[in-house]
């Protein structure tokens, strides 16, 4: 059985270059194909998954690395219920709303965690 990364992004990618570096990371270790990589979209972090991510820092990260991690095999997740996800548009990334019981499932199967 190959390790598992579960990512977990909650920092506002309007304000901070972390959620873009964690989905450059994310993409990076899942194309290894040597760990199963799970991203987790929280809170401003859903913002990542937007139609237009023009005003997000690092936002060339968003266009480059979250469609690779969409054609993993293994959806992207975000916190159902945000009220960011109102304003995502037209989404390119395919994702799956999660509660928070099904959040700590996830983490807690997962044998390495990092959180941005």
Avoid: C
Wanted: no cysteine.
């Amino acid at each position: 059985m190959r390790p598992s990364l579960f990512v977990l992004v909650e920092s506002d990618p309007r304000e901070s270059e972390r959620p873009a570096e964690a989905v450059r990371i994310a993409a990076g270790v899942g194309a290894w194909k040597k760990a199963d990589v799970t991203l987790y979209l929280r809170g401003p972090a859903i913002r990542a998954l937007g139609e237009w991510v023009d005003d997000l820092k690092e936002e060339d990260n968003f266009t480059r690395y979250l469609p690779l991690l969409g054609d993993s095999g293994r959806p992207v997740l975000a916190q159902k219920g945000a009220a960011e996800l109102d304003d995502l548009g037209e989404s390119p990334i395919k994702f799956e709303l999660v509660d928070d019981a099904e959040l700590a499932r996830r983490m807690a199967g997962a044998r390495h965690v990092m959180r941005f």
